[in-house]
Every structure is written in C-alpha cells, then in structure tokens.
C-alpha cells in the first residue's frame, strides 16, 4: 500500500502510543484522523500534529458508545472522502487482586478495550470494504502472558487478540487486511504514567509506528496476523 494521502483513524490518539502513530504516519503522506473523550484535547493535539488542518483531523469520540464512533466515522468521510486504515489504540487498564478489583473498573476496562475494539470496526467495516483497507487493533502482552492484580486487564486483551484474530478471518474475503500488535511496556501516559527518562529503555511510541508502517507497507501477499514486540532488553533496576 502506498501510503501518501491515505486516511487513518485512531483512537486514542491525543496522547501516548496513538499520538506517537499518527506523527510517524502523517510524516509517511498520510491524511490522520486522531479521536479522544474531550473536543477541545482531540483539536489541540490534532493541530500539534501539523499546522496543515487539510491533513489532520481532531475528534470527539467515547469507544464504548457505538453512536460516537458511527459519527467520527462519519466526520472522517466527509473531511477526507475515504477511510483506508483504522487503528484500534484506545485503552484502560486497572490493576488490583481479583478480590479488591471495584466492579466499576473491571467494566470500564470491558466497556473500553473490549467492547471499544468492536465498535469501532463495526462504524468502519463498510468504508474498509470500500478502500479494501486495514484494520488494527493495539493489544498487549498480557494478551498472552498473565500476571498477578491483571484479572480483568487480561481478560480484555486476551479478548482483543482472540477477537481480531478471528476478524482477521472474517474479512479476508473482502481484501481487508487485519493484524494486532501486542506490545510490552511502552513509554506512555498509560495507568498514570509520565513519561520521562526512567522510560528510556522501554519501546517508544514512533518504534510503534514505525512498526505500524512496516505492516502498512509490506507485499500484499503476506500478511502478520499477530505481532508480538517488546524491550529488547528489560530495566537495569
């Protein structure tokens, strides 16, 4: 796939691992679409992307509400016209022995990175038809690798992987291409985290990217279904 003026939308986007993805995409050619909870965060950190608004495009979308992402669908196809990649990034996690976790988090975390996952292809589904387009979604490791306090973290991203993975199989009949990235630990906001030097050792958001453009851009033919990346070396405590 060439990439310069295709269109990408992703959630989460204002912060962290998704706004890392769409400044190595915009610096690739293509036209981002990023979304957040908030307008006013989605336009600041859509106009920090590029000062050129004909590329970029800041909206306000809640994942767990199918509604919103119909409309930032909608808002995406009447700005760009066309819809070519959909990247699946927002998340939460929440983390505490099974018999301390608050219902109200382990639903969030349902609600937002399983039910999220879902309704954003489900928005989007036709216009990938259309441009016979890709679909990812941002899992984890702990989508395969459970630990301790991460019940109901793991049980969402174990979730995403098995979901995309049979997606993957639904859509290839229609030329969709569908992959899901499973990183480790990642220099992000993520559960409260402020980047900083402590990060540095920790995978970055434009490896991310670039990981993400890899996908994007290799032969037709093949397809990476499920990636696994992680630190190459861990924290020297």
Known sequence: MSLVDKVVYITGGTKGIGYGIAEVLL?????????????????????????????????????????????????????????????????????????????????????????????????????????????????????????????????????????TQAVMLDLRPYDIKVSTIMPGSVASHFNNNEPGDKDAWKIQPEDIGKLVVDLLTMHPRTLPSKIEVRPSRPDKK
Do not use: C
């Open 27 to 163: 610096h690739s050619g293509m036209r981002v679409a990023i979304s957040g909870r908030n307008l006013e965060d989605a336009q600041k950190a859509a106009a920090s992307l590029t000062e050129d608004d004909s590329r970029v495009l800041g909206i306000a979308s809640d994942v767990t509400k199918l509604d919103d992402e119909n409309k930032a669908v909608k808002a995406i196809l009447d700005k760009f016209g066309q819809l070519d990649v959909v990247l699946a990034n927002a998340g939460v996690g929440h983390f505490a022995p099974i018999d301390e976790l608050e219902v109200d988090k382990w639903n969030q975390m349902i609600d937002t990175n399983l039910n999220g996952v879902f309704h954003t292809l489900k928005a989007s589904v036709d216009a990938l038809k259309e441009s016979k387009g890709y679909y990812i979604t941002l899992a984890s490791l702990a989508g395969t690798n459970f630990f301790p306090t991460a019940a109901g973290y793991n049980a969402t991203k174990f979730g995403v992987v098995g979901f």
